[in-house]
Nanobody, 123 residues
Framework: QVQLVESGGGRVQTGASLRLSCAASGPDSNDNAMAWFRQTPGKQREFVAGVSWAGGNLNYADSVKGRFTISRDTTKNTAYLQMNNLKPEDTAVYYC????????????????WGQGTQVTVSS
């Protein structure tokens, strides 16, 4: 069972940057693709970005392309989401997720989830 712990959320103003971290642990944490999703009240959790285990396959939602960068450090078993030029519409709870195999955009294919971290962007 993979355990995921996120950190790095906060409250910032429009145009600012934040970096989220997701540390994975557990006997099954290798060979997992990792992804970030976000959710606002009353809406379905949506895919933001994903990265394969080796880091060669990157996938982004159109709404964050050019502003967000996902990466991972396999030596630390940690994934990162660098968020630049933040907008009020980026306000959400951000969740880290992991699944064995390749990145997918559907949340139902992910078997491990973090507890979520709040990101609030004020105008």
């Amino acid at each position: 069972q993979v355990q995921l712990v996120e950190s790095g959320g906060g409250r910032v103003q429009t145009g600012a940057s934040l970096r989220l971290s997701c540390a994975a642990s557990g006997p099954d944490s290798n060979d997992n693709a990792m992804a970030w999703f976000r959710q606002t009240p009353g809406k379905q959790r949506e895919f933001v970005a994903g990265v394969s285990w080796a880091g060669g396959n990157l996938n982004y939602a159109d709404s964050v392309k050019g502003r967000f960068t996902i990466s991972r450090d396999t030596t630390k078993n940690t994934a990162y989401l660098q968020m630049n030029n933040l907008k009020p519409e980026d306000t959400a709870v951000y969740y880290c997720a992991a699944r064995y195999g390749q990145v997918r955009r559907d949340m139902t294919s992910y078997t491990a989830w973090g507890q979520g971290t709040q990101v609030t962007v004020s105008s």
